[in-house]
Each structure stands twice: as C-alpha cells, then as structure tokens.
C-alpha cells in the first residue's frame, strides 16, 4: 500500500509499505478521506512542539471497515466510520481518574506516533465510531469539531452568554459553531477579513472583530458588550497577544479557555485573574461522549461541516497540498486528501 511521509520540516513524501497485518481486537480499515489540521500545518512548517520526525501524519480521516471480527461495538464491515486518535496509557493519574484525553503520556495519531495517512489502518475497536450515514467527506470533519466543542464544554457555556472566539481558522471557527449550537451569542475575531466574512456568511457568529491592532480590538470588544466585557473568551491561535487579549476582554468573573498551542512565553501582570475572579481553562484533545455527541448534532443539521472543507487533493497529491495549505493559510480553511 501507499502512505503518506513526512521526514523532516518542509518535505512530504509518498512511499510504500506492507499492508496491516489482522490482529485480535483490532480492525482493518481503508481510508477514505483525511483532513490536514494546523498541528500537521505546523509538522510541516517545523514549530508543532509535541511532533517527532520522520512521521506519517493524520488524525482527522473518515474509513471503511474492510475488515473486523466478533466486537461488542456493533462494528461491521462496509460501515463507514471515524475514530478516537488519542491514545492514552491507562495508567498514570489522568487515566486512573478517567481524564484518558489529558493522559500524561498521550500520543495522537501523526505527532507522537504514526498517523491515518495511508490507504489502509489497523485501529483498536474500542477507538472506531460509527458515522450513522454521515457522508464520508462530511465525516472526516468531526475530530476538528471535536476539539472545538470539547473547549466549549470546559467553558460551560450557557444560554444567551456573550463568547467571544479568538483565531479564526478551523479550529476557532467550529469553536463558534460550537458555541453557536449552545445557544449562545457568538463573536469571532480574526486578522483576516475574508475569515470574518466567512464566518457572518455562513451564521457560525454573530458578530466580528477585526484584531487590526490592540487598540481596534479593545474598542470593538467593549463596544459589542456595552464595556461589561464577555463571558466566555476561547483562544484558538497559540499566540502570547491573543491569549492576552482574551484575558483583557473577558468580564469580571468571566471564563477563559485556552486550545491553542504555541512555543512563545507570556509574560503579563496576572494579577488581573485575581482583580477579575477569572476561571481559566486548558482544553487538550477530545473525549469518546464528544465524538458521539458531535455526529448526532451534525446528523440532525444543527452544524455544517461542509462549509469549512475548502478544497480535496488526491493523497498522492499531498506535498501540493500541504505546500498550498501553507502558502494559503489565510483563506483556506480545511484542507483534505482524498484516498
């Protein structure tokens, strides 16, 4: 079979390999299609922290199951499906208190480990999701949402809450969504105007930000929340200012819910969590209740998936893929290889 290599920052390669070989627990599936995220964006690029090298990439993909034996999942095969790329250890303290998304040893598919990107994987039953007739395309879409709604649950949004999103690529524009879904009253903040436009055309938010500068977006901030500020703010760029401008924006007694990843140090008076009461947030991966929480909602039209796919390449065209993805970032939103 073929599959997808990335050696070193900046190159992609398609190689071959020999074919999974049939183990117990496990099922054999062929992939269909695969989504490229910003932590493989940034695999690429050489500053994804957690990464090693070489690697294959991929933990966003949608398969079929070729092939899979007596389960207690109702897995079979010609089932189309998604799966949980977080592997957890089952033993260090997050694992033994049922936090298996924050596992001290975590490996995600195509950063600690070896990814999705090849015509055909070996995954652990217990992993493998059944899409419930979601498209195949549409499907390969749900681990992003994932994390996105995810962060979103940590923030406990509410009814009618005021969230404000920060970063408004794929991550940060499902944030919304998911926030959206929630019922809550949505503004997005980007640096991109074609991002903000995006997001009011399709109905992901309600309101935009144009982060042109500390100043226009302090003045935006407060002008949307009357100067009360918001109640939940989500960084979605891993970025020290957009952290920052998240803890500025957020209300007294607000939320602050951090996914982006980034390498840069922050240095900042913190003395304003205090002042401000603030509860801040990690959010890292996604739970097996949100993958199957999300394909419901998809399923019943209250999220579209569709809208962030911005082009397909054929895998075999994934170095002109990454490298335009790359080169694109500002106004393409999901990237995927089609298999």
């Known amino acids: 079979m073929k599959y997808v290599c990335m050696p070193e920052p900046g190159k992609v390669e398609i190689r071959e390999g020999e074919m999974p070989k049939e183990r117990e627990g496990h099922a054999i599936l062929k992939l269909l299609y695969g989504g490229i995220c910003g932590s493989d964006l940034g ?24 092939q899979v034996g007596a389960n207690s999942f109702g897995l079979k095969e010609g089932m189309i499906v998604t799966c949980n790329p977080y592997f957890n250890c089952g033993e260090c303290y997050s694992c033994r208190r049922g936090y298996v998304n924050c596992c001290t040893s975590n490996e995600t598919m195509g950063v ?23 498209p195949a395309k549409t499907l390969a879409a749900i681990e992003p949402f994932c994390i996105s709604y995810h962060a979103a649950k940590r923030a ?15 991550i940060g524009y499902l944030a919304a969504a998911a926030a959206k879904a929630m019922g809550a009253e949505v503004t997005l903040s980007d640096i991109a105007p074609d991002k903000l436009t995006f997001a009011e055309k399709t109905g992901a938010a309600a309101h935009t930000i144009l982060n ?30 957009t952290f920052m401008s998240c803890i500025n924006a957020a209300a007294f007694r607000g939320r602050v819910v951090d996914i ?25 991966n996604a739970e097996k209740s949100d993958f199957l929480e999300l394909i419901d909602l998809v399923r019943e039209g209250r999220a579209d998936l569709d809208a962030v796919i911005s082009k397909v390449y054929d ?16 106004t393409l939103m999901k990237v995927m290889l089609k298999f």
């Open 112 to 134: 600690q480990r070896d990814g999705a990107f090849c015509e055909y994987i070996s995954m652990p039953v217990e992993r493998i999701y059944d899409g419930k007739g979601l």
């Open 212 to 241: 042109s500068s500390e100043e226009a977006f302090s003045e935006a901030a407060a002008e949307l929340t009357g100067g009360d500020g918001f109640d939940v703010c989500m960084e979605a760029v891993g970025c020290p200012d």
């Open 315 to 330: 895998f075999q065209d994934a170095a002109q893929a990454w490298k335009d993805f790359s080169e694109n970032q500002g």
């Open 43 to 66: 695999t690429y690029r050489g500053t994804f922290p957690y990464v090693s090298y070489p690697r294959i990439p991929g933990h966003e993909f949608s398969a079929e199951i070729v």
């Open 260 to 284: 982006g990843v980034g390498k840069d140090n922050l240095d900042f008076f913190y003395t304003v969590i205090q002042k401000k009461e603030l509860d801040i947030y990690g959010s890292r």
């Open 156 to 170: 406990k949004i509410q009814p009618g809450e005021r969230v404000l999103v920060v970063g408004g690529g794929t």
